[in-house]
Nanobody, 122 residues
Framework: QVRLVESGGGTVQAGGSLRLSCVAS????????MGWFRQAPGKEREFVAT????????FYADSVKGRFTISRDTAKDTAFLQMNSLKSEDTAVYYC???????????????WGQGTQVTVSS
């Protein structure tokens, strides 16, 4: 079993920045992909970004490309999501996920964190 714990959420003004962290514990997971998803009230969970085990390949949703950066520290089993130039539409609960492949579909991920709230005020 893999446990994922997110942190770093909060409230920020539009144009500001936040950095989310996701720490994995339990079964060794250093060779899996890690992804970030988000869910706003009344909407379905949507893909934000994902990164391969090596960190050499990343994918982003078009809505965050150029503003968000995903990275990971495999030695610490930690993934990060640096969010810059935040907009009100980025407001959502952000979830970290772990799986075998760096795909966009949430069904591709086996483990999920509890989520962290990000609120962007305009």
């Amino acid at each position: 079993q893999v446990r994922l714990v997110e942190s770093g959420g909060g409230t920020v003004q539009a144009g500001g920045s936040l950095r989310l962290s996701c720490v994995a514990s339990g079964r060794t997971f250093s060779r899996g992909a890690m992804g970030w998803f988000r869910q706003a009230p009344g909407k379905e969970r949507e893909f934000v970004a994902t990164i391969t085990w090596s960190g050499g390949t990343t994918f982003y949703a078009d809505s965050v490309k150029g503003r968000f950066t995903i990275s990971r520290d495999t030695a610490k089993d930690t993934a990060f999501l640096q969010m810059n130039s935040l907009k009100s539409e980025d407001t959502a609960v952000y979830y970290c996920a772990a799986g075998q492949m760096a795909y966009r579909a949430p069904q591709s991920y086996d483990y999920w964190g509890q989520g962290t709230q990000v609120t962007v005020s305009s």
